[in-house]
């Protein structure tokens, strides 16, 4: 599965790549920003993105927004410090699948990608 | 001081260090900084934006930052290279950010963080308004946070300074 991390924090994704390898996750690609995720995503195709939402020259949600556009359907996690309720729903308005407050535990993040995964898999129904 | 802007402040260190390198933090007497107060050998910086303004700092003695940085992201790295700046500037993110979620009625923003490294540098802040310190002890060593924040509309208000400039 191809995965896509856009976080501007080199630590954060080395964190969030060694959470995907235990899952058997290793077709990863790095964007430091949303800018540079718009301009890796198209190639790539990404089977799932993690997207931080604070980052330099564009944003997470800016970035959502954009991709949204183009692809309704690629999973998305937010995973950020943003923990405000307003936030949060800012984010799934803006077509997030799921979200994730930093800080958190591997097995957290874990579950939250199984389970959007697992979600985003189902067939539509009725 | 309204403790409403100091309390959140240590949860999220503790809820930050625990979550993510399983690490105790206790935090002795806040005390107000007064311009001899020399500042540490790291730190990393947040500015607030919105209903509540300034910035907030967290510094370390480099012995501290080193072990930090090697707990959290799993390798050691020097003190001048892009990672230890990355890893430092994470945590300082993830402590302003989990604090602002718990300020009552007040939308704020943070920025992306900034890394200052230089042994007893010092962080030159506005003077008409105070900076609280919070010393924290871990087993990787001793933080402090520099708290100085304050509401625009005047209310709630504990300690309000934005940095303007810091030379190592």
Not at chain 2, 32 to 58: A, E, H, K, W, Y
Not at chain 2, 134 to 158: E, F, M, R, W, Y
Request: aromatic share 4%; net charge neutral.
């Amino acid at each position: 599965m191809r995965i896509l991390l856009v976080d501007d924090s080199k630590t954060m994704r080395n964190i969030q790549r060694a959470v995907l390898a235990q899952l058997g996750h290793t077709d990863i690609l790095e964007a430091g920003d949303g800018q540079d995720a718009l301009s890796k995503a198209p190639a790539f195709r990404p089977e799932l993105m993690l997207v931080d939402w604070n980052m330099p020259n564009m944003d997470g949600l800016t970035f959502v927004k954009a991709w949204r556009a183009v692809n309704k359907t690629t999973p998305i996690i937010m995973v950020t410090t943003e923990a405000e309720k307003a936030r949060v729903i800012e984010a799934i308005k803006a077509g997030v699948n799921n979200y994730v407050v930093k800080p958190f535990t591997p097995d957290l993040l874990s579950q939250r990608i199984t389970e959007t995964l697992a979600k985003c898999q189902q067939p539509a129904t009725a | 001081m309204d403790p409403n802007y100091i309390k959140p402040f240590i949860a999220s260190i503790q809820n930050v260090f625990s979550t993510m390198m399983q690490l105790e933090v206790q935090t002795l007497a806040p005390f107000l900084r007064q311009d001899n107060n020399p500042d540490l050998d790291v730190s990393g910086v947040i500015g607030m934006s919105g209903d509540v303004t300034g910035s907030v700092v967290l510094s370390f003695p480099q012995g501290t930052a080193e072990n930090l940085v090697a707990l959290f992201s799993g390798q050691k790295a020097d003190m001048g290279s892009p990672e230890f700046a990355d890893a430092i500037g994470e945590l300082v993110n993830m402590v302003a950010g989990g604090a602002k979620a718990m300020f009552k009625n007040r939308k704020c923003s943070i920025s992306t963080p900034s890394v200052i490294v230089g042994r007893n540098h010092r962080i030159a802040q506005q003077s008409d308004v105070p900076c609280i310190v919070i010393p924290c002890s871990t087993n990787c060593g001793a933080v402090h946070i520099l708290i100085a924040i304050k509401s625009v509309d005047g209310q709630a208000t504990n300690a309000g300074a934005t940095p303007v400039a810091a030379k190592a």
